[in-house]
C-alpha cells in the first residue's frame, strides 16, 4: 500500500505562484509513474502532469511553461511549482502514483483569484 499527502494549496491572486507538495509513504519503491491531476466545480478530473521514475516528464497543454513537476525520490516527495497562475487554474488538486494499481492523495485546494 502507498499513502500520498498533499500540502501547499491554498489563496493566490493571479499571476502569482504558488508550490504543491506530496508525501509518499509506504511501499513506495514500487511507484514509477507519479503526477498531479486536478478538479474544477462541474468538471472531471484532468492530468496536470505526470513524471515517471527516472524523470520524463508530460503537461497538459493548458500548463506548459507555467508549471513545473519534479520528485525527490531519496524523500518520496512530489512537487508542483505552478508560476503565472490564472483564475481557470482553479480546482482540487490530487496527488496520484501508479504501480500495479492506481494511488490517490485526498487532494488540496488552490484558488486563483482575480
Known amino acids: 500500500q502507498v499513502q500520498l499527502v498533499e500540502s501547499g494549496g491554498g489563496f493566490v491572486q493571479a499571476g502569482g505562484s504558488l508550490r504543491l507538495s506530496c508525501a509518499a509513504s509506504?511501499?513506495?519503491?514500487?511507484?514509477?509513474?507519479m503526477g498531479w491531476f486536478r478538479q474544477a466545480p462541474g468538471k472531471q478530473r484532468e492530468s496536470v502532469a505526470t513524471i515517471t521514475a527516472d524523470g520524463m516528464t508530460t503537461y497538459a497543454d493548458s500548463v506548459k511553461g507555467r508549471f513545473t513537476i519534479s520528485r525527490d525520490n531519496a524523500k518520496n516527495m512530489l512537487y508542483l511549482q505552478g508560476n503565472s497562475l490564472k483564475v481557470e487554474d482553479t480546482a482540487v488538486y490530487y496527488c496520484?502514483?501508479?504501480?500495479?494499481?492506481?494511488?490517490w492523495g485526498q487532494g488540496t485546494q488552490v484558488t486563483v483569484s482575480s
Open positions: 496520484w502514483g501508479h504501480s500495479v494499481r492506481d494511488y
Open positions: 509506504g511501499r513506495t519503491v514500487s511507484l514509477n509513474s
